[in-house]
C-alpha cells in the first residue's frame, strides 16, 4: 500500500511514518500543507492518504477541504482524516458526499500500527472507517425524545459498530453472538428509525450519520 501522510507537525509527523512504516506501509511522501498534499496526491496517485484536519495556513478546515478535493477528484485514493479532538459537523458532511474510502480517526487512536493498519486496509478496499469515540459522542449526546429511544440496549450496541462503518460478519464477531442474530438487530434499527437497509456498508453508515446528525 502506498501512502502519502499530510501533518504540519513535524513531530506527529514522523511519528506516523514510523507507524506506518511498522505497519509494512509504503510512505511515498510526507508534507506540512494541503497544496503540497493535493499537488502529490495527484502526481503520485497513492493508494490512501493521511490527512490531518487542522493545517496551514488557518490551522481550521484545510485537511477537511482536502479531503473532499481528494476524494471527488481522485476517487481511487482514499482518505484517513486525523484529528486531535472530537469535530463531527464538517468531518461528516465529507463523509455524507463521498462515503465509500473515507475515514476519521482521532490521533489517539492510530498509535497502534495494526490498528492504522487496519483502517487503512478497510479504506482502501473501499469501506468507510469512524472513531468509536465520534460514534458514542453522537449516540450520547442530549435530544429529545425521539426514534432511537425505542431501541434495546443491544441495538444501540448494533447501531453504534454500524456507525463505525462495520459489517455484519464484524459485529457479530465483535459482540460474539450469531449472525441471524444480528441481522435481526439490523432489520430492526431500520426499521425503528425509518431507515431503509442497504447492501453497502457505507450507506448504512451514512443513513445512521445521517440521522444521527439530524
Known amino acids: 500500500m502506498r501512502v502519502i501522510v499530510a501533518e504540519d507537525s513535524v513531530l506527529l509527523r514522523e511519528g506516523l511514518v514510523r507507524l506506518l512504516r511498522e505497519a509494512g506501509v509504503e510512505v511515498v511522501a510526507q508534507v506540512g500543507d494541503a497544496d503540497h498534499l493535493l499537488a502529490l496526491v495527484s502526481e503520485l496517485r497513492p493508494h490512501a492518504a493521511v490527512v490531518d484536519i ?29 484529528s486531535q479532538y472530537v469535530e463531527t459537523g464538517s468531518a461528516l458532511r465529507v463523509l455524507s458526499r463521498h462515503p465509500a474510502g473515507f475515514g476519521y480517526l482521532l490521533k489517539d487512536r492510530v498509535a497502534d500500527p495494526d490498528e492504522l493498519a487496519d483502517a487503512l486496509e478497510r479504506l482502501t478496499n473501499g469501506d468507510s472507517c469512524i472513531d468509536p469515540e465520534v460514534v458514542r459522542r453522537l449516540l ?37 453472538v450469531g449472525g441471524k442474530t444480528v441481522e435481526t438487530h439490523v432489520r430492526n434499527i431500520f426499521t425503528k428509525l425509518g431507515l431503509e437497509p442497504d447492501l453497502e456498508d457505507h450507506r448504512r453508515v451514512l443513513a445512521v450519520l445521517a440521522y444521527l446528525e439530524a
Open 140 to 176: 450520547e449526546r442530549p435530544r429529545p425524545a425521539d426514534a432511537l429511544d425505542t431501541l434495546t440496549r443491544r441495538e444501540r450496541e448494533v447501531l453504534a459498530l454500524m456507525a463505525e462503518g462495520r459489517s455484519n460478519e464484524s459485529i457479530t464477531r465483535r459482540l460474539g
Open 54 to 82: 487542522r493545517m496551514p495556513p488557518t490551522h481550521t478546515d484545510e485537511g477537511i477541504r482536502a479531503a473532499a478535493a481528494i476524494r471527488s477528484r481522485h476517487p481511487g485514493t482514499a482518505v484517513l482524516l486525523l
